[in-house]
């Protein structure tokens, strides 16, 4: 199964939900993408973390100076139990780093990408006589182990490099041409003997059609297909 989350939103919570009730067991592995996640409600993000968490653990925990920690547990049985791959990147923020944290320690899940933003924090905005807004950090998330979030963030099991233009083009094509296209090679024709003995060479053809018609090549997810090959050499050493 494949879910991304987007902005951790009570809309994309109820679509969570949904789709996790769609796959029911149908699915033995689970590829979350919260590469482009954020938010900076913990409340929100702990309800998603919640869906995978075992009940009565403790998610994250909002660290104060003034001692005053506020600890997000989960009050739920899980809606899926089983392998969970992780894509993070830099675009990885804010409540959705808590949510991968939790992920990591409890589900064992992978980690794949790039390092999170680091930006785990609570803000207190402050008006200012001016009219502006004075935006302090006031609380730091800590993930289950006890390990601060802020500033630097998660670091990948596996580190895949992927340009952020690259990502955002994959993610704007992908809701019109779903994501086959930029995680499996499309079958093109070869030069072999047949068209040695026509004297054409089919992978120049196509090469022209696509140049004349203004076609360009569509980017490759890194690291939703290095995701994908993980997720399919561990099925296959299991089944050994």
């Given at each position: 199964g494949y879910l991304r989350f987007g902005s951790l939103t009570p809309a994309n919570l109820q679509a969570l939900e949904k789709n996790l009730a769609d796959f029911g067991k149908k699915i033995d592995a689970l590829i979350i993408d919260l590469r482009a996640s954020w938010t900076n409600?913990?409340?929100?993000?702990?309800?998603?973390a919640k869906r995978f968490s075992p009940k009565g653990k403790t998610l994250f925990t909002l660290r104060k100076a003034s001692k005053q920690d506020r600890a997000f547990n989960s009050d739920r049985d899980p809606a899926y139990q089983g392998l969970i791959v992780l894509l993070t990147d830099g675009d990885t923020a804010g409540g959705a780093e808590t949510i991968a944290?939790?992920?990591?320690?409890?589900?064992?899940?992978?980690?794949?990408?790039q390092p999170t933003a680091g930006h785990a924090v609570e803000y207190s905005d402050l008006p200012l006589p001016s009219g502006k807004i004075?935006?302090?950090?006031?609380?730091?998330?800590?993930?289950?182990?006890?390990?601060?979030?802020?500033?630097?963030?998660l670091k990948p099991d596996l580190p895949v490099e992927m340009?952020?233009?690259?990502?955002?083009?994959v993610f704007q094509l992908s809701a019109e041409k779903g994501l086959g296209p930029f995680v499996y090679d499309v079958e093109r024709p070869h030069f072999?003997?047949?068209?040695?003995?026509?004297?054409?060479?089919?992978?120049?053809?196509?090469?022209?059609?696509?140049?004349?018609?203004?076609?360009?090549?569509?980017?490759?997810?890194?690291?939703?297909?290095?995701?994908?090959?993980?997720?399919?050499?561990?099925?296959?050493?299991?089944?050994?």
């Open positions: 409600d913990f409340g929100i993000s702990s309800d998603f944290a939790a992920l990591r320690f409890y589900d064992k899940a992978l980690i794949i990408g004075l935006r302090v950090a006031v609380a730091e998330a800590v993930s289950p182990d006890g390990h601060s979030l802020y500033p630097d963030g340009s952020m233009v690259d990502k955002r083009q072999n003997e047949a068209a040695l003995m026509a004297g054409t060479n089919p992978e120049l053809e196509l090469a022209e059609q696509r140049r004349w018609r203004g076609q360009e090549r569509l980017p490759r997810d890194a690291v939703l297909q290095r995701a994908l090959d993980l997720v399919a050499s561990l099925e296959i050493y299991q089944k050994r």
